[in-house]
């Protein structure tokens, strides 16, 4: 059964309906919250597909990257593709960054529970291995 998402215009409470397509077309949709007869249908914007290319293309941008720390899940999927795609082994750190972002950890989280990560990045220090 299709599921209609509307928000109230009188009081904009947003519900969601599960209606028939026969139901859509005869009932009125009234607000749960006041009543209200005229609530507005939310349209859901349509997820576009995008080719791989594109999606390594997209991480140069900055705006995308910001978006993306509150969508670990989605980062996380973006940079095991983006390994994949350079055919390179990231290292165990890496896979292990992915595998905690795939499981919806922040990567302040990760980065927490990972103090030493990035430890290797930057101006090695000769004296700390020997
Ligand atoms: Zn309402």
Redesign the pocket.
């Given at each position: 059964m299709p599921t209609y998402e509307y928000r109230?215009k009188?009081?904009n409470?947003k519900f969601e309906i599960f209606l028939t397509y026969q139901e859509y077309e005869n009932a009125p949709v009234s607000?749960p919250?006041?009543g209200?007869l005229n609530p507005e249908r939310i349209i859901r914007p349509v997820r576009i597909s995008r080719t791989e290319q594109a999606r390594l293309d997209s991480l140069t941008d900055p705006r995308l990257l910001d978006r993306l720390d509150d969508d670990p899940q989605t980062l996380g999927k973006m940079m095991r593709e983006m390994s994949r795609e350079l055919g390179e082994d990231m290292g165990s750190e890496f896979d292990e960054v992915v595998n905690r972002l795939e499981k919806g950890q922040s990567p302040e989280e990760i980065e927490r529970d990972l103090p030493d990560l990035g430890a290797g990045e930057g101006i090695p220090d000769p004296g700390l291995n020997d």
């Amino acid at each position: 059964m299709p599921t209609y998402e509307y928000r109230c215009k009188d009081c904009n409470h947003k519900f969601e309906i599960f209606l028939t397509y026969q139901e859509y077309e005869n009932a009125p949709v009234s607000c749960p919250v006041c009543g209200g007869l005229n609530p507005e249908r939310i349209i859901r914007p349509v997820r576009i597909s995008r080719t791989e290319q594109a999606r390594l293309d997209s991480l140069t941008d900055p705006r995308l990257l910001d978006r993306l720390d509150d969508d670990p899940q989605t980062l996380g999927k973006m940079m095991r593709e983006m390994s994949r795609e350079l055919g390179e082994d990231m290292g165990s750190e890496f896979d292990e960054v992915v595998n905690r972002l795939e499981k919806g950890q922040s990567p302040e989280e990760i980065e927490r529970d990972l103090p030493d990560l990035g430890a290797g990045e930057g101006i090695p220090d000769p004296g700390l291995n020997d």
